[in-house]
C-alpha cells in the first residue's frame, strides 16, 4: 500500500515531536513496522537519533508534569503551614 508524501511527514513529525511510534501508526492507520521504516529511511536523522530523542521529549514531559505537581503539594503545605500558624 502506498502513503502519501504528506502522511510519511506528518508521522515522523509526531514521533519526532515525541509521540510513541505505536501510538502515531494506529492513529494514522499504518503499521508500526511501516513507521520504523520510514525512520530508518528519514534522511534528517538516524533511526536511533530519532527513536532516543522521542523517548527523551516523553521523560522530559513526565518529569515536568511531577515537579509541577510536587511544587503545587509544597505550596498547599506551606499555605496550610501559614494559616495553622497565625
Known amino acids: 500500500m502506498r502513503h502519501s508524501k504528506g502522511l510519511k511527514t506528518e508521522v515522523l513529525g509526531k514521533v519526532r515531536g515525541g509521540r510513541r511510534v505505536s501510538e502515531v501508526a494506529q492513529e494514522h492507520g499504518v503499521r508500526e513496522s511501516t513507521v520504523r521504516s520510514w525512520i530508518e529511511?528519514?534522511?534528517?536523522?538516524p533511526k536511533g537519533e530519532t527513536l532516543e530523542l522521542s523517548r527523551l521529549k516523553r521523560e522530559n514531559e513526565a518529569l515536568l508534569?511531577?515537579?509541577?505537581?510536587?511544587?503545587?503539594?509544597?505550596?498547599?503545605?506551606?499555605?496550610?503551614?501559614?494559616r495553622e500558624s497565625r
Not at 508534569?65 to 501559614?82: I, T
Open 41 to 45: 529511511r528519514d534522511t534528517q536523522s
Open 65 to 82: 508534569r511531577m515537579v509541577g505537581q510536587l511544587s503545587f503539594e509544597a505550596d498547599l503545605k506551606e499555605k496550610k503551614r501559614a
